[in-house]
Nanobody
Framework: QMQLKESGGGLVQPGGSLRLSCAASGSDLDISTMGWYRQAPGKERELVGIVTSTGFINYGDAAKGRFTIARDNAKNTLDLRMNNLKPEDTALYFC??????????????WGQGTQVTVSS
């Protein structure tokens, strides 16, 4: 079974930068897509950015122009570089990985999340 572990969250001032990392480990590492999602208190989980195994990237609206996502297929890692952070970026950030299983079809895995707080 695949496990995902996020790291790099913390407290940052408005306008600052932060880098999140996600590492996949365990078995079943034939990953199709990897992505970052976030969920702020009282709000639904939303897409930050997602990368396919061939390198196609799709960003959520809030991330465009400020965030950069990068995937290393050999290491099964996914990084998220966030610049010019705003208070509204405060959320719990989750790493997601998805794969196609011969028996189960589409299978999605989630990390436990890492907190990002943007505040002065």
């Amino acid at each position: 079974q695949m496990q995902l572990k996020e790291s790099g969250g913390g407290l940052v001032q408005p306008g600052g930068s932060l880098r999140l990392s996600c590492a996949a480990s365990g078995s079943d590492l034939d990953i199709s897509t990897m992505g970052w999602y976030r969920q702020a208190p009282g709000k639904e989980r939303e897409l930050v950015g997602i990368v396919t195994s061939t390198g196609f990237i799709n960003y959520g609206d809030a991330a465009k122009g400020r965030f950069t996502i990068a995937r290393d297929n050999a290491k099964n890692t996914l990084d998220l570089r966030m610049n010019n952070l705003k208070p509204e970026d405060t959320a719990l950030y989750f790493c997601n990985a998805a794969r196609i299983d011969d028996a189960q079809g589409f299978v999605s895995y989630w990390g436990q999340g890492t907190q990002v707080t943007v505040s002065s």
